[in-house]
């Protein structure tokens, strides 16, 4: 059977010499994996991490893989793939989504707030550097468990710890003060919440563990290097 859907790339895969994997997220089908077939013609920018995307998808009554092709971006996301800074978010926030949500599962709404987010952070001129850690705390919202200062309190560390050997209480300049403005502040106050690079990376490390106790997950994610790297 054969419908048309609008996918949000997740991340994508290498499928023999001329295939892909294309993991998406989706209204119609949750977290799927589609195989498409391509060719040194293809524009593989097309698939860039949390591009909407619009495809042909035909189903395989046989297989949990199945295919899509003939794809129109839905919107060129100008935005972000003009900034680095927004470009890495986006690395970072598809590889959170790849990781935590489970192959073949469909979570209400989540596509469609998924979509939500990554307009908001193409539309966003300036102030946006918070913004990843915004996306965690909404993400803890929207798979069902909301955040509380109470409930993150264990999960926290200082900025100048390291999550393995240190106990948030015995943690000198703890986070979870901005972490609690974080979730009470409207979405533009927390955006402009002063903090440095290592309160940032501090304070996303604290929420995936907490995402991770959540969602019995390991999220192990490699792209917050990267976004360390960008902030400083």
């Not at 959170?96 to 469909?106: A, E, G, S």
């Not at 966003?124 to 996306?135: K, M, R, T």
């Amino acid at each position: 059977m054969k419908s048309k859907a609008e996918l949000i790339v997740l991340n994508h895969t290498k499928f023999g010499e001329n295939s892909i994997v294309l993991h998406t997220l989706s209204a119609e089908y949750g977290r799927h994996g589609f195989l498409v077939k391509v060719s040194p013609k293809t524009a593989m920018a097309l698939f860039l991490p949390l591009n909407i995307l619009q495809a042909e998808v035909t189903e395989n009554p046989k297989s949990d893989l199945w295919f899509a092709r003939n794809f129109v971006s839905v919107t060129p996301l100008n935005g972000i793939r003009s900034n680095i800074h927004k470009n890495t978010m986006t690395l970072f926030m598809s590889e959170v989504l790849y990781r935590v949500v489970k192959d073949q599962t469909n979570e209400d709404g989540l596509a469609d707030w998924l979509k939500g987010q990554i307009l908001t952070l193409d539309a966003l001129q300036s102030d946006f550097a918070n913004f990843h850690l915004l996306f965690l705390l909404n993400l803890c919202s929207a798979l069902g468990f909301d955040p509380d200062t109470a409930g993150l309190a264990p999960f926290v560390t200082s900025s100048n710890c390291h999550p393995d050997n240190c106990h948030p209480e015995r943690s000198e300049g703890s986070n979870l003060p901005a972490i609690d403005s974080l979730i009470k502040l409207p979405f533009a106050e927390a955006l402009l919440i002063p903090l440095s690079g290592a309160d940032r990376n501090a304070i996303a490390e604290s929420i995936l563990r907490y995402i991770e106790f959540h969602t019995e997950s390991a999220v192990n994610v490699r792209s917050l290097a990267v976004l360390r790297e960008i902030y400083g």
